[in-house]
């Protein structure tokens, strides 16, 4: 998704330039403990289910526990050795998983002194996960708003936001979009003087006045057309995709419509809400049992709604297939929200 050169010199284009290799599809939200690696690991063997070969990659460096959610034992090679420069080859990290289809590169055994990639690393990752032999790589992101975390976000086809309905996890999701807009903006300015204007704008206090990202576009505007033109082509093609889990009322599923009107309000940005997981204690005792929901008990009620989203997935264009598309020469329509479903029981209408 990201299209200009990085401040430390290494394109993130090169991350693309490969042919048409693997789905990249990036799992994160900000906030900890939301289901990112719960989901991820449910995404990627649904899609497994389907056919499609996946190959799913924890990049939780400092809290990796996505061969658990596998049931793969502490694995001996991990991407640690790769950002320990090990190990170069991705492919010799790849670890069979109990499903068909589903491969892992797992995170254990990380040196918690240094634990994430440098800058160069990270970009050879990204190079090297295009090129595996797979239809799908998952990435499970960590917490937070780290840059590493906002690039493996950014430069994915798909970047996908897990959101709780809990005001923490809705208030970490914005803090998380924030950061990866402007770091994105920043990534996409050319001028050295709008560079500084989108660093200006991270300060929410800045003495600008820039509240918003619309706030910085006119700001923008009124000095450089050019660089205002591409701010507006990088807000089009920016567009982040909804997850809502552990749902339990009507009024939660509605979170995600309310996610999206905000970030068009707020950010002007377009995101997507992919659909809703409902919580449930079959999801708790999945984990604990060590193999996913969509493996375990296809027919649970939260095993329909995560492979409802697998398909749609499957179905639709990667997010950023938009990116080469024509510009629009409106506002483009708001996404259609997923078809309304019945709600699981349990979750009532209230
Ligand atoms: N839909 C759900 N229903 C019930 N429990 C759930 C659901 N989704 C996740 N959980 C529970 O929440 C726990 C935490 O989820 P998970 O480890 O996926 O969060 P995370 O966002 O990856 O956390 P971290 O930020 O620490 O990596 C899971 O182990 C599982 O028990
Ligand atoms: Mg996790």
């Not at 990201?2 to 284009?13: L, R």
């Not at 090297?128 to 990435?139: C, E």
């Not at 309000?265 to 996913?292: C, H, Q, W």
Request: hydrophobic letters at 40%; charged letters at 25%.
């Amino acid at each position: 998704m990201i299209s200009s050169t990085h401040p430390a010199g290494d394109s993130y284009d090169a991350t693309r330039s490969v042919a048409r290799g693997p789905r990249l599809l990036a799992v994160g939200g900000g906030k900890g403990g939301v289901g990112k690696t719960f989901v991820t690991a449910n995404l990627a063997a649904a899609l497994a289910r389907a056919g499609k070969r996946v190959v799913v990659v924890d990049v939780d460096l400092e809290g990796a526990n996505l061969h658990t959610c596998l049931g793969v034992a502490s694995p001996q090679k991990t991407l640690a050795d790769f950002v320990a420069e090990r190990e170069d080859d991705l492919g010799k990290l790849l670890i069979d998983t109990p499903l068909a289809n589903l491969k892992l590169i797992a995170a254990t055994h990380g040196n918690l002194a240094d634990a994430q990639p440098s800058h160069l690393r990270r970009v050879r990752l990204l190079r090297g996960l295009r090129q595996l032999d797979a239809d799908f790589v998952l990435l499970d992101l960590g917490a937070g708003a780290h840059a590493s975390v906002l690039d493996y976000f950014l430069v994915s086809d798909d970047g996908i936001l897990v959101v709780q309905p809990e005001p923490t996890s809705v208030e970490n999701t914005y803090t998380f979009l924030r950061a990866a807009f402007y770091r994105r903006m920043r990534l996409a300015m050319v001028g050295h003087g709008v560079r500084q204007l989108v660093t200006v704008a991270m300060d929410q206090r800045n003495e600008r006045g820039i509240k918003s990202p619309l706030d910085l576009l006119r700001e923008i505007e009124a000095t450089d057309t050019a660089e205002a033109h591409r701010f507006v082509e990088t807000m089009r093609v920016f567009r982040p995709r909804l997850i809502v889990n552990a749902v339990r009322t009507a009024e939660d599923v509605k979170l995600g419509f309310a996610v999206a009107s905000v970030c068009r309000k707020y950010f002007g940005i377009e995101t997507e809400y992919l659909g809703y997981v409902n919580y449930d204690d079959e999801a708790r005792r999945s984990v604990s049992m060590r193999r996913p929901i969509v493996d375990l008990r296809s027919d649970a009620d939260v095993s329909i709604y995560l492979q409802r989203i697998a398909r749609k997935l499957m179905e639709l264009s990667p997010a950023q297939a938009s990116v080469q598309g024509p510009a629009p020469t409106h506002t483009p329509a708001p996404t259609p929200p997923p078809a309304p479903a019945p709600l699981a029981p349990g979750i009532s209408r209230g």
